[in-house]
C-alpha cells in the first residue's frame, strides 16, 4: 500500500531581519516552534490514502498545499499535521513533494516537519530525528466466513491456502513467512486485492489491520483470521520528522502526540478511510 510522487520549488531564505525576530521572542517567551514560528510547512506526497491526498475544495479537514494552486490536502497525516501545529501556535500548510525527497527537503530549509505515513528506520534515522508513532498498522488476514480457513489461528493451519497481497509492498512480501501456501502473484492495487476475494480466485488476502473495521462493514461475509502466529518485522508506525538539532520541539511534538487518546486516533483513521477518494 504504500507508493510515492511530486516536488515544488524550495522556500526562499528569509532576510536577517525577519528570522532573528521570532527566534528572538521564542526564546523571550519559552515558546517552543520550527521554522518561521507561524506556519507550519508540512511534508507530504499528498497523493497516499488514507494518509494524505489531494483535494479541490476546502474543508475542516484540510490544509492548502503551498506549491500546488488551489489545491488542499486532507488524510490522517493531515489531522495530526494539524494538532502539532496548533500545539506550536503555528498554522499548517502542506508541501506536495516525491515520497523520496522529503528528507532532503527536511534538511534543505523546503519544508518543517514530514507527516507522511513514514516509518522511522535505521538509514532514515540517520538523516533527521523522528516523533513516537501517531498510529501504528499492522498485516492482518481475511478471509470468507465460510472458508475452509475461517478457523486458522496459525501459519500450519493455512497449508494449502492462496494467498494474495499488494504489489511492492510489505503485504506481498510477507506472505513468504507462511510455510506451504500458494503465493500468488500480487495484484497492483488494495481493491484488486479484495476483488481477488470476492471473486474467490483466492482463498485469504493480507490487509491493514487499521482498515479491517471498514473492509467488514462493507463485506460482511469476510472475517479476519485470529492468529497466535504473527507476522515478523510487519508493524509499520507513521512518524513525524524533523531536522535533527531541536531537540525542545521534538519533546514537544511528542508531548502532543502523546496527548490523542487512542480511540480518537482510531477514530480520525477510520473518518479518513470514509472520505478517501475512491
Known amino acids: 500500500m504504500m507508493v510515492l510522487s511530486g516536488c515544488g520549488p524550495a522556500a526562499q531564505e528569509p532576510t536577517a531581519d525577519a528570522s532573528d525576530e521570532p527566534a528572538a521572542d521564542a526564546?523571550?517567551?519559552?515558546?517552543?516552534?520550527?521554522?518561521?514560528?507561524?506556519?507550519?510547512?508540512?511534508?507530504?506526497?499528498?497523493?497516499?490514502?488514507?494518509?494524505?491526498?489531494?483535494?479541490?475544495?476546502?474543508?475542516?479537514?484540510?490544509?492548502?498545499?503551498?506549491?500546488?494552486?488551489?489545491?488542499?490536502?486532507?488524510?490522517?497525516?493531515v489531522q495530526v499535521a494539524k494538532m502539532i501545529a496548533e500545539g506550536l501556535g503555528m498554522e499548517a500548510v502542506a508541501v506536495k513533494l516525491d515520497f523520496?525527497?522529503?528528507?532532503?527537503?527536511?534538511?534543505?530549509?523546503?519544508?518543517?516537519?514530514?507527516?507522511?505515513?513514514?516509518?522511522?528506520?535505521p538509514e532514515r534515522a540517520q538523516s533527521a530525528d523522528f516523533s513516537d508513532s501517531y498510529i501504528d498498522d499492522d498485516i492482518v488476514m481475511i478471509t470468507?466466513?465460510?472458508?475452509?480457513?475461517?478457523?486458522?489461528?496459525?501459519f500450519a493451519d493455512l497449508a494449502g491456502a492462496s494467498v494474495l497481497g499488494q504489489a511492492a509492498t510489505m503485504y506481498d512480501?510477507?506472505?513468504?513467512?507462511?510455510?506451504?501456501?500458494?503465493h500468488m502473484t500480487p495484484a497492483e492495487t488494495v481493491p484488486l486485492?479484495?476483488?481477488?476475494?470476492?471473486?474467490?480466485?483466492?482463498?485469504?488476502?493480507?490487509?491493514?489491520?487499521?482498515?479491517?473495521?471498514?473492509?467488514?462493514?462493507?463485506?460482511?461475509?469476510?472475517?479476519?483470521?485470529?492468529?497466535?502466529?504473527?507476522?515478523?518485522?510487519?508493524?509499520?508506525?507513521?512518524?513525524a520528522a524533523i531536522a535533527k538539532g531541536q531537540d525542545a520541539a521534538l519533546e514537544k511534538i511528542n508531548e502532543i502526540i502523546a496527548g490523542i487518546p487512542e480511540d480518537e486516533r482510531q477514530q480520525m483513521w477510520n473518518d479518513c478511510m470514509d472520505r478517501q477518494p475512491a
Do not use: H
Not at 475542516?60 to 488524510?75: C, H, K, L, Q, R
Not at 470468507?144 to 496459525?154: F, L, N
Open 27 to 77: 526564546a523571550s517567551d519559552g515558546a517552543v516552534t520550527l521554522g518561521d514560528g507561524t506556519t507550519l510547512r508540512v511534508g507530504m506526497e499528498a497523493a497516499y490514502a488514507p494518509y494524505n491526498w489531494q483535494v479541490s475544495e476546502e474543508s475542516e479537514y484540510t490544509i492548502p498545499i503551498e506549491n500546488v494552486s488551489g489545491a488542499f490536502a486532507d488524510g490522517y497525516d
Open 144 to 154: 470468507t466466513k465460510d472458508s475452509a480457513y475461517a478457523g486458522a489461528t496459525t
Open 193 to 239: 486485492v479484495v476483488q481477488g476475494l470476492t471473486n474467490g480466485t483466492c482463498d485469504i488476502i493480507t490487509y491493514s489491520m487499521l482498515s479491517v473495521p471498514k473492509l467488514l462493514e462493507t463485506y460482511p461475509d469476510f472475517v479476519e483470521l485470529e492468529m497466535t502466529d504473527k507476522f515478523e518485522g510487519s508493524v509499520m508506525p507513521d512518524n
Open 100 to 121: 523520496a525527497g522529503l528528507i532532503d527537503a527536511l534538511n534543505n530549509g523546503q519544508i518543517d516537519i514530514v507527516c507522511a505515513g513514514m516509518s522511522v528506520d
Open 173 to 182: 512480501t510477507v506472505i513468504d513467512q507462511i510455510p506451504d501456501v500458494n
